[in-house]
C-alpha cells in the first residue's frame, strides 16, 4: 500500500475522515424494528447450524483462503461484540482502535490474526458468543445517536445492525459453505443489496476515487420473486 493511501486509511479507521459516502441520508428499507427483529432471526439460523456441532467440524476449511468455520465464527463474534462496546463505551471503543492501528493490527492484515483462538472443545462458548446485538445495542435512546465510532466512518444505529446482519449472513454462508450444509435464503437478504448499493460512494472514496456522478441502477429478484 502507498504511503499516502496509508494515511488516508489510518485517518479513516481513527474517525479523523467521515465524509467518504454520505448513508444517513439514504432512505432506510425498513424500520429499526424490523432491522433488529431480522438480524434476531438471522443469527439464530446460523446459531442452530452450529449448536451441536462435532469439533472436527469447527476445523473444516471455508471458501475463504486459510479460514476454517472456527476462524468465521471467531471473527464474527468477536466484531459483535466490538459493535455493542461501540454503542455502551464509545470512548473506550476509540482508544482500543487508537491503539490497534498504532500497532498495524489492521493495516498489516494481522487483525484476525490476533482475534482469541478458543482452545480444543470451544464449540459451546463460541455458539453462545455468537448473538445478535439487537438487544444489547439498540434502544429507543441510543437509535437517536447520530454516530457510532467504528472502524471507518461513524455509523448510525440503522447502518450498523444493518453491518451486522451483513457480517452474520455472509461469514455464516461461508461457514455453511464449510460445512457442506444448505441454506435457504430470505427476504433479509434486502438489507445486505441495500448496504452493499448504499456503500459504493465509500468504496470509491477509499481508494482515492471521484464516484461517478450518474446514478447506478440496481434490480434484483427477491427470494418470494418480487423485484
Known amino acids: 500500500m502507498r504511503d499516502d493511501a496509508r494515511e488516508v486509511l489510518e485517518r479513516r479507521l481513527l474517525g479523523q475522515v467521515i465524509d467518504a459516502g454520505d448513508t444517513e441520508g439514504a432512505t432506510m428499507p425498513v424500520g429499526m424494528d424490523q432491522l433488529t427483529n431480522d438480524l434476531t432471526a ?3 439460523v446460523l446459531r442452530a447450524l452450529l449448536v451441536g456441532l462435532p469439533d472436527a467440524d469447527w476445523e473444516l476449511a471455508t471458501p475463504a483462503e486459510g479460514w476454517a468455520v472456527r476462524d468465521q465464527i471467531s471473527h464474527l463474534a468477536y466484531f459483535d461484540d466490538a459493535a455493542v462496546r461501540s454503542a455502551t463505551d464509545p470512548d473506550g471503543f476509540q482508544a482500543e482502535l487508537r491503539q490497534l492501528v498504532q500497532g498495524g493490527g489492521i ?4 487483525h484476525r490474526r490476533a482475534l ?3 482452545a480444543a472443545g470451544p464449540a459451546a462458548r463460541l455458539v453462545r458468543r455468537v448473538q445478535g446485538p439487537a438487544g444489547q ?3 429507543p435512546r441510543s437509535s437517536l445517536v447520530p454516530g457510532w465510532p467504528w472502524y471507518g466512518p461513524p455509523m448510525s444505529a440503522a447502518s450498523s ?3 451486522r446482519l451483513m457480517e452474520t449472513w455472509a461469514h455464516g454462508q461461508d461457514a455453511v459453505d ?3 450444509a ?3 435464503p430470505s427476504q433479509r437478504l434486502r438489507h445486505v443489496a441495500h448496504i452493499g448499493v448504499r456503500a459504493m460512494p465509500f468504496s470509491y472514496a477509499l481508494h482515492g476515487r471521484q464516484a461517478p ?15
Open 213 to 227: 456522478d450518474t446514478p447506478v441502477r440496481v434490480e434484483l429478484t427477491a427470494p418470494g420473486g418480487e423485484l
Open 116 to 118: 482469541p483462538r478458543p
Open 137 to 139: 445495542h439498540v434502544s
Open 107 to 110: 493495516l498489516a492484515g494481522r
Open 182 to 184: 444448505g441454506r435457504e
Open 42 to 44: 438471522e443469527t439464530e
Open 161 to 163: 445492525v444493518t453491518a
Open 178 to 180: 464449510g460445512l457442506g
